[in-house]
């Protein structure tokens, strides 16, 4: 658990990180199927000057059919003063990734997408983030679950980290990622829709503690991002206002992308979005099963390789495994 305190981990959050030292992760486990087409796809050049983009992919969930799912990053803010060229491109980035997003779910016949991680949005900056994206079928999982007590601050008050979810309207959705097709006429009507949105990591790690600007010390939290944990279910349109649960599905975001049953049927545990990694040593993911990228590195690792296999050795001598 020393490794969080390390500077080489911590960094302040008024700047942002070099490419050689930045990732996305995204990744999926039991029952999901593996990812399939997972690539990182950065914005474009206009839009961002941090090498920000999504990374993306389709995994089978079963019982209801394939989902596209996407990792993000948007602009950080690093100072007021340049919010000018900062808060437009954050927007521009939201609407490129969920373009991307519907291609890909329209493309293979997912029966919808989802899109989560670190916005950086704040309304009273950066303005409605669903702003001319729920005409096109695009929810925030923290409204539609009422938007529950204590599940608002992801991170210093705001609500940086969200979950942002599509429905596909067409009937060829539905096509298993293994090429099983499920009949239009049961998929036609789906709707997914979320119905919890819980907040972890609000509580100190033991007694560590870590240097303050003032010199003091202060206790060690996980990250100055909260894991965000939503739960879906997928169910069928009755009237166009009704909804007839068929099954359930949890979506959590904390820096990575992962899937559970939880020995529930139709149960998916989704991780991605703002913690950053912090471990002592760092092992690629399988390539069939997830995607770690890197838009400036053709190594796929947290910080670079040298400066991992330099600090491995400290690291697991004063701590002997991996911060999680």
């Not at 007021?80 to 890909?104: F, M, S, T």
């Not at 705001?158 to 049961?186: E, K, M, N």
């Not at 399988?286 to 590195?297: C, D, E, G, V, Y």
Request: glycine share 12%.
């Amino acid at each position: 658990m020393v490794a969080i305190c390390l500077p080489q981990v911590r960094q302040p959050y008024d700047h942002y990180a070099e490419a050689s030292r930045y990732g996305v992760a995204l990744a999926t486990r039991d029952p999901l199927g593996p990812l399939r087409g997972a690539r990182f796809q950065m914005y474009s050049s206009e839009c961002t000057r941090m090498n920000r983009g999504l990374v993306l992919g389709r995994t089978a969930w079963p019982g209801v059919g394939s989902i596209a799912v996407g990792s993000t990053h948007l602009e950080s803010w690093v100072g007021d003063g340049e919010n000018h060229w900062v808060v437009p491109n954050r927007r521009k980035q939201l609407r490129e990734a969920v373009r991307i997003l519907v291609g890909e779910a329209t493309a293979h016949g997912c029966v919808g997408a989802l899109l989560l991680g670190d916005f950086n949005w704040k309304e009273s900056i950066d303005g409605d983030a669903l702003e001319g994206l729920t005409s096109e079928g695009w929810t925030d999982a923290y409204d539609a679950a009422g938007k529950p007590k204590g599940a608002f601050s992801t991170c210093y008050g705001s609500r940086f980290d969200r979950c942002l979810y599509w429905t596909s309207p067409g009937p060829s959705a539905g096509r298993t990622l293994s090429g099983d097709s499920i009949p239009s006429a049961s998929r036609a009507g789906l709707v997914l829709r979320a119905t919890e949105v819980k907040v972890h990591g609000t509580h100190p790690l033991g007694d560590l503690k870590v240097p303050t600007k003032a010199g003091g010390l202060k206790p060690c939290m996980p990250s100055d991002h909260r894991a965000v944990h939503v739960t879906l279910i997928p169910g069928q349109r009755e009237d166009g206002a009704g909804v007839r649960a068929s099954g359930q599905a949890s979506v959590a975001a904390c820096g990575r992308a992962s899937a559970v049953d939880g020995g529930r049927a139709n149960r998916m545990d989704v991780r991605p979005s703002a913690i950053k990694p912090v471990a002592p040593t760092w092992r690629p993911p399988p390539a069939a099963s997830s995607s770690l990228s890197r838009p400036a590195a053709a190594t796929a690792a947290p910080h670079s390789a040298v400066a991992a296999e330099r600090q491995a050795a400290e690291w697991q001598a004063a701590e002997g495994q991996a911060v999680g």
